[in-house]
């Protein structure tokens, strides 16, 4: 079960933005969604601390070292072709997810747009990646509209299904299509990867994993040099 932001503010927040989001495009989806994060209370200091100096332990799982990263043949919201090699120099957040998932999805969404905003000026080295698992329903217009509700900045990866299915097997990503009544939904696991700026998985957050948690790491990782693999 998904454990929402932390504190009675963030976790009405939350629930706002679940309520407005979960099941797909409702009307006004976006602008709610967008007010939430913006009236989320700003960091105290928006830039790298001596707490997230190089070297600090992180808060996430860490990838095995010797363990080779993943990757994706994709094709983002603008029809373009991409891969982990498109995105060098930037911290990869990736998720997958479809838009339809009532609960899990748009909390971790809504939960890494307050991630951004904890990043401050960190931000714009930083990228948010969703997968769909479900590319029939998800097309490349619904998929824009669904990720940039929770932030302009983040965007959405779709391809075939065969593309997709390789996609998640490289990232240890299970899930299944379960009929329901006439339509289908889909289960899928919920853990969060991170990639850093010379295009190594780093890191693993699960669904439990504090809005702190994750700006702590990513603010590691963005004042780490970006060697090569």
Request: positive net charge; proline residues 8%.
């Amino acid at each position: 079960m998904f454990i929402g932001p932390r504190g009675p503010v963030l976790r009405a927040a939350w629930r706002i933005a679940v309520a407005a989001c979960a099941g797909g495009l409702m009307a006004g989806a976006p602008a709610i969604a967008r007010a939430v994060v913006s009236a989320a209370p700003a960091p105290a200091s928006a830039s790298v601390s001596a707490e997230a100096a190089p070297g600090a332990a992180f808060r996430l799982t860490p990838w095995p070292a010797h363990a080779a990263t993943p990757d994706f043949a994709l094709v983002d919201a603008d029809g373009r072709t991409r891969t982990l090699e498109d995105y060098r120099g930037q911290v990869v957040v990736l998720f997958f997810g479809f838009v339809r998932c009532p609960d899990v999805c748009p909390a971790e969404l809504f939960k890494l747009a307050l991630v951004m905003k904890q990043l401050g000026p960190a931000a714009a080295q930083v990228q948010v990646l969703f997968v769909t698992l479900d590319p029939t329903r998800d097309t490349r217009a619904v998929l824009k509209r669904y990720v940039t509700a929770f932030d302009p900045r983040f965007d959405g990866l779709t391809g075939s299904a065969a593309a997709i299915d390789r996609a998640a097997a490289n990232f240890y990503v299970v899930y299944a299509r379960v009929p329901t009544g006439g339509d289908y939904t889909i289960d899928h696991s919920a853990s969060t990867f991170v990639i850093d700026r010379a295009g190594r998985l780093r890191l693993v957050g699960p669904s439990t994993a504090a809005v702190a948690d994750y700006a702590h790491d990513l603010k590691l990782l963005v004042a780490e040099p970006p060697q090569r693999r």
